[in-house]
């Protein structure tokens, strides 16, 4: 979890490998897409900055973060160095809110022990709206930016490993 003073666009780019040459795919959900979208743009400027040609970035979109699991799977289909999972559930009265994030969590760990391809978590769990706004372009910075610097490095890992 962020804290207060993290800002989570920042990095060094000089420790991050050349990503010319990966291939990586996002899998957006469309639910709360005011937080997803900006994630999405923070994870795709990113993956750019560090050299991945736009050809390279392939997005499909889903309807809400439970979907990002099978997402997620079949876009490891796809001949990708990492795959990207964005989404966003925001604390609500009912329970529903515990039941997605622990089911989305669990499917993303077993996408992550099961295949070669890495996937990488990218799903904001809030409390509040303005917490989401916050982290995905907000006063906290944007954690699709840190996604897509996570995905890069594990695209390294997979690619030396």
Not at 23 to 46: C, K, M, P
Request: hydrophobic share 40%; glycine share 8%; proline share 2%.
């Amino acid at each position: 979890m962020a804290t207060e003073n993290k800002n989570l666009s920042e990095y060094d780019k000089a420790t991050i490998p050349n990503a010319s040459k990966f291939r990586f795919g996002i899998v957006v959900s469309e639910w709360n897409d005011n937080v997803t979208e900006g994630l999405y743009q923070g994870a795709y400027h990113a993956l750019l900055e560090n050299g991945v040609l736009p050809h390279n970035i392939i997005r499909w979109n889903v309807p809400g973060s439970f979907e990002l699991i099978y997402g997620a799977k079949k876009m490891q289909e796809q001949m990708v160095n990492a795959v990207i999972a964005i989404g966003s559930v925001i604390q609500g009265e009912t329970k529903h809110f515990d039941f997605v994030c622990e089911g989305v969590t669990q499917g993303i760990k077993d996408l992550n022990v099961r295949r070669e391809t890495p996937v990488i978590f990218c799903v904001l769990t809030d409390n509040t709206m303005q917490q989401a706004i916050d982290r995905s372009g907000g006063k906290h910075g944007n954690k699709g930016t840190e996604a897509a610097i996570a995905a890069i490095k594990m695209a390294e890992l997979r690619k030396n490993s």
